[in-house]
């Protein structure tokens, strides 16, 4: 007689996510990153979007679409500044939703993770009611820390990471968690930080050392994540700024210089990974 030992989901505990942004919170720098405002806050944006990741085209065709929901610069950083201020599951689906062009759904059933990716295969999200609850946890928290004014690059990552591991959504957990991401990295006086291309360096060419980085994060060691983003940062800055300076710089009426700089900066952080870790994954 035979006994099956199914794989227990992950149960995103309390202690796990508090853990996670108090970790974060000592391990990250709080750097000051550069912002960027005029033509390079769509292109910022539009990258973090559905299928930008893919082709150079979708990524053209979400950056057209953004201008066109968002005639205005204030009127693009201020949709960022209400998701940014969501404060619940539901409100972060929905204005998420609102520059996605449609809203993901609460997931109430069981979520099983499809993915080749050798560091993700063998994950099994929280039920359908933990993740709920994880989600609800997590904007309490990250609630708290915003409040207290901590490391707020450190609060971004925290809740990245919380969010998809608890994955509450039936799909588009990534690129909904970008959406927050790209908005935490946006002050409406300024623009939007360098620090939002980070989460899509890590999707696209550094996917392998971030999936592996966080099965060491849920596993409750925040090291290697910390190292994986910080290593992304300085690459970034290192590669893509002089070019999103160049990009700030271009009028509005120049849509294909914008276009060629912005190509370039889809090579750069899309462009064939190092490592042989192929599919979108867990985080994607």
Known sequence: MTTSMARPNFSASSAWIASAFSDLGELISEKECRTFGGAAIPWIVALSMHGSADSVAAYEMNCRQLLSRYSTELALKNALRDIRQASTINSWTERAGRLEGGTSLV?????????????????LPPDANRARAASNEIF?????????????????LATYITLLTAHPLVDGNGRTARALFVADATVVEQGVSSFA??????????SAEFH?????????????????????????????HPILAALTATPFSSFDEQVALAEEIHGLLCGPPAQS????????
């Not at 080749?116 to 994950?123: C, E, G, K, M, W």
């Open 197 to 206: 291309l980070a989460a899509v360096l890590l999707k696209g060419k550094r």
């Open 107 to 123: 997931r109430s059933g069981f979520g099983r993770i499809l993915t080749p990716n050798q560091y993700s295969r063998d994950y």
């Open 140 to 156: 309490k928290l990250r609630g708290q820390f915003v409040s207290k004014g901590c490391n707020h690059v450190a609060v971004a």
């Open 212 to 240: 592996l980085s966080a099965k060491c994060a849920r596993a409750g060691e925040f090291f290697m994540l910390a190292e994986c983003f910080g290593s992304a940062l300085d690459g970034i800055a290192r590669s893509v």
């Open 277 to 284: 870790v192929r599919g979108p994954g867990i985080f994607g």
